[in-house]
């Protein structure tokens, strides 16, 4: 591989960790302190919600604004999903 591209993987892969770390040490605990259990259950429940449609793969000519991403990333998901269910049946067929 290239070393180029092995040192930004090893180093975005640090600050991956880096941030999750402090997500769960820092921000989750200070979340949980300050939110009503209800409260936590429905932003629970919207994350999920979110998961199920949002592409599964990136796209680079996604839109930067969030009113964008609401509109087209379903759009994405769904295609998503069905081009894998697709595969997927074309697989179990043996195709």
Do not use: N, W
């Not at 960790?17 to 259950?41: G, I, K, M, N, Y």
């Not at 919207?46 to 680079?60: E, F, N």
């Not at 009113?67 to 269910?85: K, Q, S």
């Amino acid at each position: 591989m290239d070393e180029v591209f092995d040192r930004t993987l090893i180093k975005l892969m640090a600050l991956t960790r880096s941030h999750v770390a402090d997500e769960e040490a820092r921000l989750f605990p200070r979340l949980a302190a300050s939110c009503p259990a209800a409260e936590l259950s429905e932003l629970g429940e919207k994350i999920q919600a979110r998961k199920s449609v949002r592409p599964v793969r990136p796209y680079l000519s996604a839109p930067a604004a969030p009113e964008g991403t609401l509109v087209v990333g379903p759009v994405r998901g769904l295609t998503d999903r069905l081009r894998e269910a697709l595969a997927h049946c074309g697989a179990e067929a043996g195709g």
